[in-house]
């Protein structure tokens, strides 16, 4: 089987879907791999070093879709509409390609792959089960942005997260606030402890209330009605507005009280629920900050706006889209790792590829093959949308 790794073109992604630390362990397990030619530099990998361990660079980004019986990259056509655009061309039916494709959010885009034939597997969808822990390419990506979200922070903030002990004074320590105890949260959590800020977090789920004071922070518990937060892939699933504006009021005098509020409530293919109101911002201490990891899924506070960084009523609020492509070193080596560990269950003992396969890894994450959607999920949110755009042209 043959691998191809062409180079993203979504402006400022500047990881890469192989590395070459995981290149040699391709070549023993019989898969081939080629690179596109600068397809690392950004994120500190040389052709040559690809080259060193067995990997191969494609002479163009056609002749690598050409060879490739499965392509990965970081963002497909799903997660990039714009430039991703001009790769329908070079993929065909059969084809595998394999990364994050935003299935449940472009289904326009991702019923047009499926029509070209295209086998899509989609990085976010991997089951969160302990036997696919390894491939939770979404995980892995989460625990660098809540690093990153947690150092926005403190850039931003005209304080010090520490306690301060000094001759001219004793520094109070920072507050902050974390909402959302997934693993973009928990890292937050950590990052902030190690920086010295004093940390309150607050999920739906009370199951995660030891993960969260094991980290030396305060769980804060409200008295809401019970709901399931998890769909049975693990992910989080929206609950109804009428939980959510009770949360909200209750929210009120935690958030006013910290000195940052890092929100990381994110439902895939879901508008993000709104757990920050402008009356909460309107109330914070000026000077204060709010991080919002949920911006691309048009954020957790009422006045983020993604990509930017702006103030209202001396509270900044930062919308970042893409922290992980902001340490693209790393975040590249762990997403390699995720897409070769998924990529061994799709190759037979002979080296060849193989998806007539009943594995629940890969079915879980499988989006489109033989030229029909075959998730369930996708498939239901396809139907939904269709069912709704029928009833608004009947009304």
């Known amino acids: 089987m043959i691998l191809g790794v062409p180079r993203e073109t979504y402006p400022g992604e500047f990881r890469v879907a192989a590395t070459p630390g995981v290149a040699q362990g391709y070549g023993k397990t019989g898969v081939e791999l080629i690179v596109e030619s600068g397809a690392g530099q950004n994120a500190g990998f040389s052709d040559e070093q690809y080259v060193e361990k067995g990997a ?26 714009v430039e991703g655009r001009v790769d329908l061309d070079l993929l065909r039916a059969g084809q595998a390609l394999v990364g994050f494709a935003d299935p449940l959010g472009a289904l326009d885009r991702t019923e047009e792959l499926a029509r070209r034939g295209v086998v899509l597997l989609a990085t976010e969808l991997v089951p969160r089960i302990t036997r696919a822990q390894n491939m939770d390419a979404l995980s892995s990506m989460a625990t660098i942005a809540g690093y990153k979200a947690s150092l926005l922070a403190a850039m931003h903030l005209p304080k010090m997260f520490p306690l301060m002990m000094t001759a001219a004074g004793t520094m109070k320590p920072a507050g902050v606030l974390v909402l959302g105890a997934g693993v973009a949260g928990l890292q937050a959590i950590a ?28 769980f804060l518990e409200m008295d809401l009605p019970a709901e399931e ?21 209750m929210m009120l005098a935690a958030v006013e009280e910290n000195d940052v509020v890092i929100t990381t409530a994110a439902v895939p293919g879901k508008k993000a629920p709104i757990l920050v109101t402008a009356e909460m911002v309107g109330r914070m201490r ?4 709010v991080v919002d990891l949920a911006a691309e899924r048009g954020g957790n506070c ?39 560990n998924l990529v061994a269950l799709m190759v037979d003992d002979d080296g ?20 029909a959607i075959v998730h369930p999920m996708v498939r239901e949110a396809i139907d939904a949308t269709r069912g709704a755009a029928e009833r608004g042209r009947t009304d």
């Open 56 to 81: 191969k660079i494609a002479s163009s980004r056609s002749d690598l879709f050409a060879k490739a019986d499965v392509i990965a990259q970081v963002r497909t056509f799903g997660a990039n509409a």
């Open 191 to 218: 990052t902030c402890r190690r920086l010295g800020a004093v940390v309150r977090a607050y999920d739906v789920r009370s199951a995660v209330k030891e993960q969260v004071e094991s980290l030396g922070a305060k």
């Open 229 to 249: 937060a998890e769909d049975k892939g693990g992910y989080a699933k929206a609950l109804g507005e009428e939980f959510y504006a009770k949360q909200r009021e």
């Open 286 to 289: 000026r000077g204060s900050v």
């Open 302 to 340: 009422e006045l983020t706006r993604p990509d930017e960084t702006v103030v209202q009523k001396g509270v900044t609020i930062v919308g970042p889209t893409n922290l992980p492509a902001t340490v693209p070193h790393h975040a590249s080596q762990m997403y390699a790792r995720n897409i070769a």
């Open 352 to 371: 060849a590829l193989d998806l007539g396969t009943d594995d629940e890894v890969i079915t879980g994450c499988l989006v489109s093959k033989d030229g």
